[in-house]
């Protein structure tokens, strides 16, 4: 089972990926293009055109994971890249609402408490 920490970071490709792309063709990408480390065991998300496909790359032990998502109807929701944004971070948390087809910027969860002894 895939377990992502609450150290791993989520970054989204803001715009549009061709979604040919495989596992060197995205590791490209993340270090030209994003300026990060594939093997840094974090979480790169890549989006089509359509909004309707999504390509998850990350690093675990010893081997690149790589997911994909397809979406028979509905639409994903995705930054577009305007304003020179590359990428937008997410939490693990809010990767699981994306990835549920929610919309990440109109959806707020409990921000989590930390229990302080006195």
């Given at each position: 089972?895939?377990?992502?920490?609450?150290?791993?970071?989520?970054?989204?490709?803001?715009?549009?990926?061709?979604?040919?792309k495989?596992?060197?063709?995205?590791?490209?990408?993340?270090?030209?293009?994003?300026?990060?480390?594939?093997?840094?065991?974090?979480?790169?998300?890549?989006?089509?055109?359509?909004?309707?496909?999504?390509?998850?790359?990350?690093?675990?032990?010893?081997?690149?994971?790589?997911?994909?998502r397809?979406?028979?109807?509905?639409?994903?929701?995705?930054?577009?890249?305007?304003?020179?944004?590359?990428?937008?971070?997410?939490?693990?948390?809010?990767?699981?609402?994306?990835?549920e087809?929610?919309?990440?910027?109109?959806?707020?969860?409990?921000?989590?408490?930390?229990?302080?002894?006195?």
């Amino acid at each position: 089972m895939i377990h992502l920490g609450a150290h791993t970071r989520v970054f989204l490709a803001a715009g549009a990926t061709d979604m040919r792309k495989a596992i060197d063709g995205l590791s490209v990408l993340v270090q030209d293009v994003l300026s990060e480390d594939p093997l840094s065991s974090h979480v790169f998300v890549f989006c089509n055109r359509a909004k309707d496909k999504l390509k998850l790359l990350f690093w675990h032990n010893n081997g690149f994971w790589l997911c994909y998502r397809r979406l028979e109807r509905e639409r994903f929701w995705w930054p577009d890249g305007g304003d020179d944004t590359l990428t937008v971070e997410l939490s693990v948390r809010e990767l699981g609402w994306l990835l549920e087809g929610l919309d990440v910027t109109r959806v707020q969860g409990h921000k989590q408490q930390k229990y302080v002894l006195y």
